[in-house]
């Protein structure tokens, strides 16, 4: 078969990936179509066809057949880092990842394709990646939480939400195992941004972080922590977060009252006590 690939024009390679593309897409033909796609990738063709690829998933907002994306994005991840990997390409996932993430512009369709992209990606190799793929991963998941938000239909955004959020979780759980190899703060922009649709134990890990990385040194650095202390404090956070943003106020006091008792009660306890007096919860005043 690979002899066969030797023989196509140039000009004609581009054709041939769409078509594949396409037919991989088609149930009672994928199968087939990725066998082809494989051979394809595997002979001299290989890396010009994985560069077509890459180009028709980061143009796949302008593409006007939606499947063909999902066809190169399902082959790209079965390739790089699925079960049937083709060993004899040479491309790490931080070269592909950003071409994922402006594929995700193509819709829902595009967007789902991807999640079970990078879900393969990270359960089988998320311990394994280096800091710059990790860079281009949560770029990818900041990006994927901005598009979620604004898809139309109720249905759609709802479980495409789901499946990022396991994404998000597969991180989570990467970092508490010591395994995850990209920047601690870019994560935690991350959950961040989606905190009100984060699980309680996600809100409290970043509230810690958050909380650990104010001290004396920072900048304002009572103005941020009472600003982190009232954004949890709010009425619609869960009774747990709102009682952790109390005890984070109670343990700011204990650790630097001596040194910094008047700028800790002027700057710190005062602006947040004084609406203690409106608090409907008797627990949390």
């Given at each position: 078969?690979?002899?066969?690939?030797?023989?196509?024009?140039?000009?004609?390679?581009?054709?041939?990936?769409?078509?594949?593309?396409?037919?991989?897409?088609?149930?009672?033909?994928?199968?087939?179509?990725?066998?082809?796609?494989?051979?394809?990738?595997?002979?001299?063709?290989?890396?010009?066809?994985?560069?077509?690829?890459?180009?028709?998933?980061?143009?796949?907002?302008?593409?006007?057949?939606?499947?063909?994306?999902?066809?190169?994005?399902?082959?790209?991840?079965?390739?790089?880092?699925?079960?049937?990997?083709?060993?004899?390409?040479?491309?790490?996932?931080?070269?592909?990842?950003?071409?994922?993430?402006?594929?995700?512009?193509?819709?829902?369709?595009?967007?789902?394709?991807?999640?079970?992209?990078?879900?393969?990606?990270?359960?089988?190799?998320?311990?394994?990646?280096?800091?710059?793929?990790?860079?281009?991963?949560?770029?990818?998941?900041?990006?994927?939480?901005?598009?979620?938000?604004?898809?139309?239909?109720?249905?759609?955004?709802?479980?495409?939400?789901?499946?990022?959020?396991?994404?998000?979780?597969?991180?989570?759980?990467?970092?508490?195992?010591?395994?995850?190899?990209?920047?601690?703060?870019?994560?935690?922009?991350?959950?961040?941004?989606?905190?009100?649709?984060?699980?309680?134990?996600?809100?409290?890990?970043?509230?810690?972080?958050?909380?650990?990385?104010?001290?004396?040194?920072?900048?304002?650095?009572?103005?941020?922590?009472?600003?982190?202390?009232?954004?949890?404090?709010?009425?619609?956070?869960?009774?747990?977060?709102?009682?952790?943003?109390?005890?984070?106020?109670?343990?700011?006091?204990?650790?630097?009252?001596?040194?910094?008792?008047?700028?800790?009660?002027?700057?710190?306890?005062?602006?947040?006590?004084?609406?203690?007096?409106d608090e409907g919860d008797m627990k949390i005043q």
């Amino acid at each position: 078969m690979y002899y066969y690939y030797r023989h196509i024009p140039d000009g004609e390679l581009f054709t041939l990936v769409t078509t594949l593309c396409t037919v991989i897409t088609v149930k009672h033909l994928g199968k087939r179509a990725w066998g082809l796609m494989r051979d394809l990738l595997r002979s001299r063709s290989g890396h010009t066809a994985l560069g077509y690829l890459i180009e028709i998933i980061a143009k796949g907002k302008l593409c006007p057949r939606p499947n063909v994306v999902v066809g190169a994005v399902s082959a790209v991840s079965v390739a790089l880092w699925g079960s049937q990997r083709v060993e004899t390409l040479r491309c790490q996932p931080g070269a592909v990842i950003p071409a994922l993430s402006c594929g995700m512009e193509g819709g829902p369709l595009v967007m789902a394709e991807v999640f079970i992209s990078m879900k393969r990606l990270l359960a089988k190799y998320g311990k394994d990646l280096q800091q710059l793929s990790w860079h281009t991963v949560l770029q990818l998941l900041s990006k994927a939480v901005r598009l979620c938000r604004v898809i139309k239909e109720e249905d759609k955004r709802v479980e495409l939400s789901k499946q990022l959020h396991q994404l998000i979780d597969i991180v989570e759980e990467l970092n508490r195992d010591g395994e995850y190899a990209g920047s601690t703060e870019q994560m935690y922009a991350l959950i961040e941004s989606c905190a009100d649709e984060r699980p309680t134990c996600s809100v409290l890990a970043l509230m810690d972080y958050r909380a650990n990385s104010i001290d004396p040194l920072s900048a304002k650095w009572l103005c941020s922590m009472a600003d982190l202390v009232e954004r949890y404090l709010m009425e619609e956070n869960s009774p747990a977060v709102r009682e952790k943003a109390v005890s984070i106020l109670h343990n700011v006091y204990t650790k630097y009252h001596v040194l910094y008792e008047r700028d800790v009660i002027m700057d710190l306890m005062i602006p947040v006590l004084k609406k203690a007096v409106d608090e409907g919860d008797m627990k949390i005043q």
